[in-house]
């Protein structure tokens, strides 16, 4: 436990300052009602609307040391990054977004075509740490070139004969004539604690946790609402299936009528409102949900 742990009581979550991962990061933590005081000033460590929680803001890379060392209690990047720094944290939950695979990629025209080759090799990477541990588990000997960024132009430029980078579109790889030889890992944003911090803040911890679930389980989610007559019901239930159980509930006003709501996937939404439509559902409404807690 750190000072800071054992002296105050308010839980510090990292968060990044900056980079692709910040922005979405911030949306689903507020999504989930918890709104930063000062999320686009230069303030690096902000209140929140629970005055029991603080975020600090800082680069996705030194998020895993500052929870390692309880510098913060919480933290949120990329699991490249907490591997990257083999820091000691546990791994609380995963995001699911943020997708990227470090891969090995050699010149297209390489002779290179397997790891194997590599043995002797010079690699260019950002990442010279899971490259470190990765080649001397295969028992290969390389030299590792350790780049800031831009690392696809190394084979080009004649500093390194392949590199190790991540790629999520593929476009970066392709577009500078690379060819992708083997996969390391498939990185996604997570979400990471402190191993004393679920002793001071267990309970705050498992607030936040339901809180960013129910946001995540929503997502990609509608709340369909119709009216339908009983003799139709069975044809819209057949509609449903497969989906989260309709509920289905009388209409007050109108003996016959029955309302029916289901949560639905969008991807689903397009056809299924039709169908439901010929099915015998009318007075059909699609609602956005924010959060779905179990
Ligand atoms: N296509 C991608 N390329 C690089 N990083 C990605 C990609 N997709 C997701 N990420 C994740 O984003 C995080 C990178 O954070 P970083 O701050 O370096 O952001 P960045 O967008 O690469 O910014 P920078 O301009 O500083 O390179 C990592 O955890 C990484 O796994
Ligand atoms: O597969 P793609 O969708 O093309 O994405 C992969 C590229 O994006 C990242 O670079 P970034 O934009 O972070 O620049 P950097 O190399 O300077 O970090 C990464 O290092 C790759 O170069
Ligand atoms: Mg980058």
Known sequence: ???????????????PNKGRIADPIIELIEDSGLILQNSVSRKLITGTSDPAIEVLFARPVDIPAYVASGAADLGITGRDMVMERG?????????????ATLVIAVPEDSDIADVRDLD????????????????RDEKLSVSI??????????????????????????NTIRT????VISEILVSTTILIANR???????????EFCLAIESVMRAKGKKYLMMNVHREALEAVRNVLPGLSGPTVMDVASEDNLVAVHAVVSEDHLYGLVSSLKNAGARDILVVPIERMIR
């Open 196 to 206: 004393d911090a679920q002793k001071i803040y267990s309970e705050k911890i498992a």
């Open 120 to 135: 002797g090799k010079k690699i260019a990477t950002e990442f010279p740490g899971i490259c470190e541990r990765y080649f």
């Open 87 to 99: 820091a000691d944290v546990e791994e609380l939950m995963d995001l699911k977004s943020g997708k």
């Open 1 to 15: 436990m750190n000072t800071r742990q054992t002296e105050k009581r308010i839980l510090r979550l990292a968060i």
């Open 176 to 179: 500078n004539n690379l060819r």
């Open 145 to 170: 070139v350790s780049v800031g960024g831009a690392c696809e132009a190394a084979p080009y430029l004649g500093i390194a004969d392949a590199i190790v980078d991540l790629s999520s579109s593929g």
